[in-house]
Structure formats: structure tokens, C-alpha cells
């Protein structure tokens, strides 16, 4: 190796590298910090990556105080916290911000330096050269990547807090669909209860001349159809939990609440949800992110267009009889056939294809958030007129065909018909709730966080 600099120099130039070496570390969380601060601000429910043993048996227990084994899955928001920290296909893609930060560092770290020896012999005269040679090119480069690398992090970390509030939706959802189906089912099985009592019923009368074997083949028809409706409502409700239960990453050995929860007395309108959607959606922030950082690599493309090897290099060369002789060389790239037009081209139509991505990533958003709004009014609307009309107009009718069943003024088979038709109302009642609370989610993830309410500048689509 040839001192070619001064020792106090040199000992600068080596605590220059340390220093710069040292400036970009693995940080203690993988970056995660934020990403758990992002998801907790929007959904109120914290992700947690198992990256250590201690880790993983720390959130296992967090899952045990939300579900006892066995236990009573209370509310959506603990799905969404379970789901949060079990989901396994969330732990998988966890993994990516870590190889993100890792080519963060890797970025921000000096290039190793190139070592070279040869020895030759003549006679008996021996010649050894060393070299020590350094990638300046990359040196200078380094802040440029330092800062690229930086960008694409961020964006790492955009895609995968959008995809939690993705999977916290999804199971939202699932929460709710699994209610609904264990409702349904729950209704079926009271009706197939009575249709088998009035099936008897009906077989008796027939025994005894009393029905004709028109109204006889009709009941049998009607408790045939209660059979298929509870069978159906069955397979419904353990696909439903089933669902459920792969989004939470564990077995379905847990009960549900009875019924949906109540309808809200009303909802707030949603202001100006076109903008909310572009101001809070992180799918956008990441575009946008991305869209920076492909700015940034254009540059310096265009910057190293023409010289992009640059290397310098100390050398020593010490011959038998000879004092040793010392000196550097310079590798450089001569653009001679290539004046790296097609680089730039190239990484000005990546640019113009992440500039296109995020103009459609934010027509998407705005048409989304607009659906969305509109299903959960009308699924609302829906709803509560279930709930404040037909429901108790159904009801009363019943109860008035009841009354004139008992005062002789209407047939057993009046009163039949009107069962089915209050088990469609109430299964049509319990569908209506479900879809509002879905459509609700929807609308959470359409806007990337929970709607605001009322504003008077703002405007409804």
C-alpha cells in the first residue's frame, strides 16, 4: 500500500470513513415504529411484527387476554386487533420492510475498497505491484442513492400500512358476515321448528280428512324448503366463521355475540370524501413517494450519463535493487459508443409510467371513495327502514292474522303463508344490517381512516 497522503491525512480520511459508515444503521424495530403509529391513528388497533421469540410469545398473550381459549369474540375491534397481530400473511409481508431497510443502509454505506498483488520474477530480480483502488464514482453517487433508497423505504412502508388497513377492513367485514350468517341461522333453526310442528300438524289433519292433498303437498313443500334454507344457512355460517377465522390466524374455536350490533341512530355525513380520500389514503402517499423517487434516480442518470465508472486507485511497486515506485491511477468509463441516451430514456419513461400510476391510483381513489359513500347511505336507508317499518308492520300483520286464526276467520293455512313471509321479512332485515356494517368498513378503507364528520366547506358527491 503507498502512503500517498500524510499520516494526519490519513488518519482523517479513515475517521471520515468510520463516520460515514457509521451513519446508517439498522434501526432497533426495522422501521416498524412508524408503520404501528400510521395503522393505530386510523384503525385504534396496533399491528405488532414477531421479528424475536420473546416477541411472538408476548403478542400470543395479547391474543389470550382479547380470546380466551374458546372464548366469546365480543366485538369487531378485537377481531381487528387479533387479526392485526396473528394474521400470518401480515407477518410474511412485514418481512419487506426489513429487506427495504436493509438496502436503506447498504445504500448509505462506503464501497469496499478493491485490493490488487501481482509478483513477477526475472532471473533472479523479483517485481511486486499492490494497488489499493476505491469506486469514487460511487462515493459521489452515495448521498444520491442514500436518498433514492430513503424514498423507496418510505413507500415500502406506505404499501404495507395500506395493506394492514386492508386486512383490518377484510376482517371488519368478516366479523360481520359471520355474525349475520350465526343470526340467520339462529332464525332458520326457530322456523324449522315451527314448519316441523305445523308439518305435523298438517299430517294429522290429514289423516283426518280435514285437508286436501293440494294444502297437504303445499306443506309438505314449505317444511321441505325450511329443511333446505337451515342446511344452507349451516354451510353459510361455518364459511362465514371459517373466513373469519383465517383472517385472525387461528382455528374457529370461538362463539360470537347473538345478533349484530343496533343500527346507529344516524350517521354523520361524510364531508367532502373526494378530498378526504386523496388527503388520507396511504396507497396515494405511496405513489407519490414512489413518483418522488423516481425523480430522484432520473437525475442522477442524467448526471452519470456519461462517465458512470470512476475509480481511483493507490499503487507500489517494489523491484529487487530498486527503490520502490509509487504513484495512483484513474480508472474511468470513456463514452465513446455509449453517451447513455438509452439509460435516460429509459429511466424517463420509468418516470413518466410511476407519474401516469399515481394519476390513476387517485382517479381510482376518488371513484372509490364516492361508491362507497353512496352503498353505506343507501345500505343505511336500507337498513332502518327494515328495522322502523317492515319489520314491525310484518309483525303486526301476524299478529292480527293470529287473531283471526284463533276467532275462525282465517285457515291454518293463511297463517302458514304468513309465517314465510315474516321468515323472508326478518331474513331479508338481518341481510340489511349486515350489508350497512360492511358497507361502513368499505367506506373506512375507501377513504384510507374513518370519515370526518359534517364540514361545511365540503361537498358530497
Given at each position: 500500500m503507498i502512503p500517498l497522503v500524510s499520516r494526519p491525512s490519513r488518519a482523517s480520511?479513515?475517521?471520515?470513513?468510520?463516520?460515514?459508515?457509521?451513519?446508517?444503521?439498522?434501526?432497533?424495530?426495522?422501521?416498524?415504529?412508524?408503520?404501528?403509529?400510521?395503522?393505530?391513528?386510523?384503525?385504534?388497533?396496533?399491528?405488532?411484527?414477531?421479528?424475536?421469540?420473546?416477541?411472538?410469545?408476548?403478542?400470543?398473550?395479547?391474543?389470550?387476554?382479547?380470546?380466551?381459549?374458546?372464548?366469546?369474540?365480543?366485538?369487531?375491534?378485537?377481531?381487528?386487533?387479533?387479526?392485526?397481530?396473528?394474521?400470518?400473511?401480515?407477518?410474511?409481508?412485514?418481512?419487506?420492510?426489513?429487506?427495504?431497510?436493509?438496502?436503506?443502509?447498504?445504500?448509505?454505506?462506503?464501497?469496499?475498497?478493491?485490493?490488487?498483488f501481482a509478483r513477477t520474477h526475472s532471473g533472479g530480480d523479483v517485481k511486486v505491484?499492490?494497488?489499493?483502488?476505491?469506486?469514487?464514482?460511487?462515493?459521489?453517487?452515495?448521498?444520491?442513492?442514500?436518498?433514492?433508497?430513503?424514498?423507496?423505504?418510505?413507500?415500502?412502508?406506505?404499501?404495507?400500512?395500506?395493506?394492514?388497513?386492508?386486512?383490518?377492513?377484510?376482517?371488519?367485514?368478516?366479523?360481520?358476515?359471520?355474525?349475520?350468517?350465526?343470526?340467520?341461522?339462529?332464525?332458520?333453526?326457530?322456523?324449522?321448528?315451527?314448519?316441523?310442528?305445523?308439518?305435523?300438524?298438517?299430517?294429522?289433519?290429514?289423516?283426518?280428512?280435514?285437508?286436501?292433498?293440494?294444502?297437504?303437498?303445499?306443506?309438505?313443500?314449505?317444511?321441505?324448503?325450511?329443511?333446505?334454507?337451515?342446511?344452507?344457512?349451516?354451510?353459510?355460517?361455518?364459511?362465514?366463521?371459517?373466513?373469519?377465522?383465517?383472517?385472525?390466524?387461528?382455528?374457529?374455536?370461538?362463539?360470537?355475540?347473538?345478533?349484530?350490533?343496533?343500527?346507529?341512530?344516524?350517521?354523520?355525513?361524510?364531508?367532502?370524501?373526494?378530498?378526504?380520500?386523496?388527503?388520507?389514503?396511504?396507497?396515494?402517499?405511496?405513489?407519490?413517494?414512489?413518483?418522488?423517487?423516481?425523480?430522484?434516480?432520473?437525475?442522477?442518470?442524467?448526471?452519470?450519463?456519461?462517465?458512470?465508472?470512476?475509480d481511483l486507485g493507490a499503487l507500489r511497486t517494489s523491484e529487487s535493487g530498486k527503490?520502490?515506485?509509487?504513484?495512483?491511477?484513474?480508472?474511468?468509463?470513456?463514452?465513446?459508443?455509449?453517451?447513455?441516451?438509452?439509460?435516460?430514456?429509459?429511466?424517463?419513461?420509468?418516470?413518466?409510467?410511476?407519474?401516469?400510476?399515481?394519476?390513476?391510483?387517485?382517479?381510482?381513489?376518488?371513484?372509490?371513495?364516492?361508491?362507497?359513500?353512496?352503498?353505506?347511505?343507501?345500505?343505511?336507508?336500507?337498513?332502518?327502514?327494515?328495522?322502523?317499518?317492515?319489520?314491525?308492520?310484518?309483525?303486526?300483520?301476524?299478529?292480527?292474522?293470529?287473531?283471526?286464526?284463533?276467532?275462525?276467520?282465517?285457515?291454518?293455512?293463511?297463517?302458514?303463508?304468513?309465517?314465510?313471509?315474516?321468515?323472508?321479512?326478518?331474513?331479508?332485515?338481518?341481510?340489511?344490517?349486515?350489508?350497512?356494517?360492511?358497507?361502513?368498513?368499505?367506506?373506512?378503507?375507501?377513504?384510507?381512516?374513518?370519515?370526518?364528520?359534517?364540514?361545511?366547506?365540503?361537498?358530497?358527491?
Amino acid at each position: 500500500m503507498i502512503p500517498l497522503v500524510s499520516r494526519p491525512s490519513r488518519a482523517s480520511a479513515l475517521a471520515a470513513c468510520a463516520l460515514l459508515a457509521g451513519c446508517a444503521q439498522l434501526s432497533p424495530d426495522g422501521g416498524f415504529g412508524p408503520l404501528r403509529e400510521i395503522v393505530a391513528q386510523r384503525t385504534g388497533a396496533a399491528p405488532a411484527w414477531h421479528r424475536t421469540p420473546e416477541e411472538a410469545a408476548g403478542n400470543q398473550a395479547r391474543v389470550a387476554q382479547l380470546l380466551p381459549a374458546g372464548g366469546r369474540l365480543a366485538t369487531a375491534d378485537d377481531a381487528v386487533q387479533i387479526a392485526l397481530i396473528n394474521n400470518p400473511d401480515l407477518q410474511a409481508a412485514f418481512a419487506e420492510l426489513g429487506v427495504a431497510e436493509a438496502d436503506l443502509v447498504q445504500a448509505g454505506r462506503l464501497p469496499n475498497p478493491g485490493f490488487s498483488f501481482a509478483r513477477t520474477h526475472s532471473g533472479g530480480d523479483v517485481k511486486v505491484e499492490r494497488s489499493l483502488t476505491l469506486g469514487l464514482m460511487q462515493l459521489i453517487a452515495m448521498p444520491a442513492a442514500s436518498r433514492i433508497e430513503a424514498r423507496r423505504f418510505d413507500q415500502v412502508r406506505l404499501q404495507l400500512a395500506t395493506r394492514v388497513l386492508a386486512t383490518a377492513a377484510q376482517t371488519r367485514q368478516a366479523y360481520y358476515r359471520a355474525l349475520a350468517s350465526q343470526q340467520g341461522l339462529a332464525y332458520q333453526e326457530q322456523v324449522e321448528q315451527a314448519a316441523e310442528a305445523a308439518h305435523e300438524l298438517a299430517a294429522k289433519m290429514a289423516e283426518r280428512g280435514n285437508f286436501s292433498r293440494l294444502d297437504a303437498a303445499r306443506e309438505q313443500l314449505f317444511y321441505a324448503e325450511t329443511q333446505t334454507r337451515l342446511r344452507r344457512a349451516r354451510r353459510e355460517a361455518q364459511q362465514d366463521k371459517e373466513s373469519l377465522a383465517r383472517l385472525l390466524g387461528m382455528a374457529p374455536a370461538f362463539t360470537l355475540p347473538e345478533r349484530l350490533p343496533e343500527l346507529p341512530a344516524k350517521i354523520d355525513d361524510a364531508a367532502d370524501v373526494e378530498r378526504q380520500a386523496i388527503a388520507q389514503r396511504l396507497d396515494i402517499q405511496a405513489a407519490r413517494s414512489e413518483l418522488e423517487g423516481l425523480r430522484l434516480s432520473l437525475g442522477l442518470t442524467r448526471a452519470t450519463r456519461l462517465v458512470n465508472v470512476l475509480d481511483l486507485g493507490a499503487l507500489r511497486t517494489s523491484e529487487s535493487g530498486k527503490a520502490p515506485e509509487t504513484g495512483y491511477q484513474v480508472d474511468i468509463e470513456i463514452p465513446l459508443f455509449d453517451w447513455g441516451q438509452a439509460r435516460v430514456a429509459k429511466a424517463e419513461a420509468i418516470y413518466m409510467q410511476g407519474a401516469n400510476r399515481l394519476a390513476a391510483v387517485a382517479l381510482d381513489a376518488r371513484a372509490q371513495a364516492r361508491l362507497a359513500w353512496r352503498e353505506r347511505q343507501d345500505a343505511y336507508e336500507l337498513a332502518r327502514r327494515y328495522r322502523d317499518d317492515i319489520v314491525p308492520l310484518r309483525h303486526r300483520m301476524s299478529e292480527e292474522n293470529l287473531l283471526r286464526y284463533n276467532g275462525m276467520l282465517i285457515s291454518v293455512f293463511d297463517l302458514l303463508a304468513d309465517a314465510r313471509e315474516q321468515a323472508a321479512t326478518v331474513n331479508a332485515a338481518i341481510e340489511a344490517g349486515r350489508d350497512f356494517w360492511i358497507a361502513d368498513a368499505a367506506l373506512q378503507l375507501a377513504l384510507g381512516g374513518p370519515a370526518a364528520a359534517e364540514n361545511r366547506q365540503g361537498t358530497q358527491p
